[in-house]
């Protein structure tokens, strides 16, 4: 059982959709992060929040934009996107940023874009 | 910039069997942690063992165990009586003490034969 919960486990969305993923811990942690996995590729670090604040975003497009309504919530709505970001997405958390705490991660959002 | 190299996109084991996987990394840091992460075919990433850099000791967890040689940037994992379960990608991962980006190599796939 993961600690770390993402929904939905699967999305399909057409390209003018709005949508949201969302992931919840409930382990205290004050660091969560999200992550875009391709098939049979390490996931790519998209955003870092630390203590609610956005702190770390990877040149993400637009069309992704996070958010850290408290410290056990963290939302990717999606926007406008491309067939190209069809991928797992990933949530993780971690007790806070510095690196000697391991991320947990959850089971990830398959997300296809039509 | 940090790199980490899995040299073996693939790997195979018979069950109860002893398996090394590689990883190399590339750093100008002194004090830094070293990962392994899981991910089978469910997706969920889980953490298999961590290593400080500057303890000198290898890290060991059960049948997971890793030889660390620094002067070398090494980083192996040697799963011992390999199980069925174990069958899934392995990534190599590295992190810096003064931040929480992981930066991961390119996985190995390990099946386990019976």
């Known amino acids: 059982d993961t600690e770390v919960t993402q929904t939905p486990k699967h999305l399909v969305m057409g390209m003018t959709n709005k949508k949201s993923l969302k992931c919840e811990q409930h382990?205290?942690?004050?660091?969560m992060y999200w992550y875009k996995q391709k098939a049979k590729k390490p996931p790519e670090l998209m955003f870092v929040?630390?203590?609610?604040?956005?702190?770390i975003n990877e040149s993400v497009p637009s069309r992704f934009s996070p958010e850290c309504p408290n410290s056990s919530l963290l939302n990717l709505h999606l926007h406008a996107l491309q067939p190209e970001d069809s991928a797992l997405y990933l949530c993780?958390?971690?007790?806070?940023?510095?690196?000697?705490?391991?991320?947990?991660f959850g089971d990830g959002t398959r997300l296809s874009i039509l | 910039a940090q790199t980490v190299t899995q040299s073996q996109p693939e790997m195979s084991v018979q069950e109860a069997e002893t398996v090394t996987l590689s990883c190399t990394y590339d750093?100008?840091?002194?004090?830094?942690?070293l990962f392994w992460y899981k991910q089978p075919p469910s997706r969920q990433m889980i953490l298999v063992i961590r290593?400080?850099?500057?303890?000198?000791q290898n890290a060991t967890e059960n049948r997971f165990s890793v030889n660390f040689q620094k002067a070398a940037k090494s980083f192996s994992l040697k799963i011992s009586d390999s199980q069925l379960g174990d069958a899934a990608m392995y990534f190599c991962a590295y992190s810096e003490t003064s931040g929480s980006r992981l930066t991961f190599g390119e996985g190995t796939q390990l099946t386990v034969n019976p």
């Open positions: 290593q400080e850099a500057y303890k000198q």
């Open positions: 929040y630390s203590y609610e604040k956005l702190s």
């Open positions: 750093t100008s840091e002194s004090d830094y942690y």
């Open positions: 993780a958390s971690s007790q806070d940023r510095r690196s000697n705490q391991p991320q947990h």
């Open positions: 382990m205290g942690h004050r660091a």
